[in-house]
C-alpha cells in the first residue's frame, strides 16, 4: 500500500453536525483524507455513513462545522457545484438510465461534464472525442463489450460497476463509494473490489468507499475510519481497528 502520511489533504471536515427533525445523525465529525488514499468508512446501520456523503456532495447542508475540498469550503453548494470541483459519487441504489444504452449512459455522462449537448450541428470532431472518452472508461471498467446494452437488462453487479464508470465520466479527483458491493454474490464483489484496487492505481485518484465486508475493508483500505451513532469512533490502519477495543465492542465483536 502507497503511503498517504507525508501527501497533503484532498478534504478536511471540521466538527460537522447535521440533525433531521431534531434527531441528530451527524455529530461533531472531524476527518482529514490524504490525496490519492484508498479508504473506508464503516459503522453499524444508521451510523450517519451515507449521510456523510450526502453532506460532502450538496445533497444535504450541514447545520454546522465546514467541509473543505482542496482548501476551498464547498458546504451549502450545489450537487451540480461540487461535481465540476472534483467530487463524483456511486450510490448505493445505482443511478443510471435504465432504458438507455450502456455507451449512452457514458456517453451523456461525458457530455453534460463538458457543458455540451449533442445536436444535428455538433462537429463530428467533438462527438469523436466524446465517443472516444466514453469507450475508454468502458474498457477501464471491463463494459466495453456491452456497450449496445440496454442498460437495465445488464445483471445487477454490472449495473453497479456502471454506476462507477458514470462516476468516472465525471473526471472526479475524490470519489465517494457507497456500499459498491452491495447486492453482488461472493464472486461479484471480489471482482468489483479488484477493479476498484485498478482503478484507484492507475487513474491515480483519491477513493473512499462505505463498505460492511469487513474482509474488503480490511484486505485493500489504507485508512478505516468508524462512525458510531453519528460520531468518528476511530480512525487508523486496519490493523490498528482491529485491535482497537473500543471498535471492537461498538460494532466489530465476533466479525474480528
Known amino acids: 500500500m502507497l503511503d498517504t502520511a ?36 464503516i459503522g453499524p446501520n444508521g451510523a450517519g455513513k451515507t449521510t456523510l456523503f450526502n453532506l460532502i456532495t450538496g445533497y444535504h447542508v450541514a447545520n454546522s462545522g465546514n467541509i473543505i475540498f482542496e482548501g476551498n469550503p ?8 461540487i461535481v465540476r470541483l472534483g467530487i463524483a459519487r456511486a450510490f448505493q441504489i445505482t443511478n443510471i438510465f435504465p432504458k ?8 451523456a455522462t461525458v457530455i453534460t461534464h463538458r457543458k455540451g449537448n449533442l445536436n444535428v450541428v455538433t462537429p463530428t470532431r467533438k ?10 472508461i ?29 462516476a468516472l465520466a465525471m473526471e472526479p479527483k475524490l470519489m465517494l463509494l457507497d456500499e459498491p458491493t452491495a447486492g453482488m454474490s461472493p464472486e461479484e ?11 484507484w492505481q492507475q487513474l491515480n485518484i483519491t477513493m473512499v468507499f462505505i463498505e460492511h465486508d469487513m474482509d474488503i475493508v480490511f484486505g485493500i483500505s489504507q485508512k478505516v475510519r ?31
Open 6 to 41: 507525508m501527501k497533503p489533504e484532498i478534504l478536511k471536515i471540521e466538527k460537522l453536525v447535521k440533525s433531521f427533525d431534531g434527531n441528530t445523525i451527524i455529530s461533531d465529525v472531524n476527518l482529514s483524507i490524504a490525496q490519492g488514499e484508498l479508504s473506508a468508512i
Open 127 to 136: 462527438l469523436k472525442s466524446v465517443y472516444d472518452r466514453a469507450y475508454q
Open 189 to 199: 464483489r471480489w471482482q468489483t473490489v479488484k477493479l476498484i484496487q485498478k482503478l
Open 138 to 166: 468502458l474498457e477501464d471498467v471491463g463494459l466495453a463489450d456491452r456497450a449496445q446494452r440496454q442498460s437495465g437488462t445488464l445483471a445487477h453487479g454490472n449495473q453497479k460497476i456502471l454506476d462507477i464508470a458514470v
Open 100 to 107: 438507455l444504452s450502456v455507451l449512452e449512459n457514458i456517453v
Open 74 to 81: 464547498i458546504g451549502g453548494r450545489q450537487p451540480f457545484d
Open 226 to 256: 468508524v462512525l458510531c451513532y453519528g460520531s468518528m469512533l476511530a480512525e487508523g490502519t486496519p490493523d490498528e481497528i482491529s485491535k482497537n477495543e473500543k471498535v471492537i465492542e461498538a460494532y466489530l465483536g465476533e466479525e474480528v
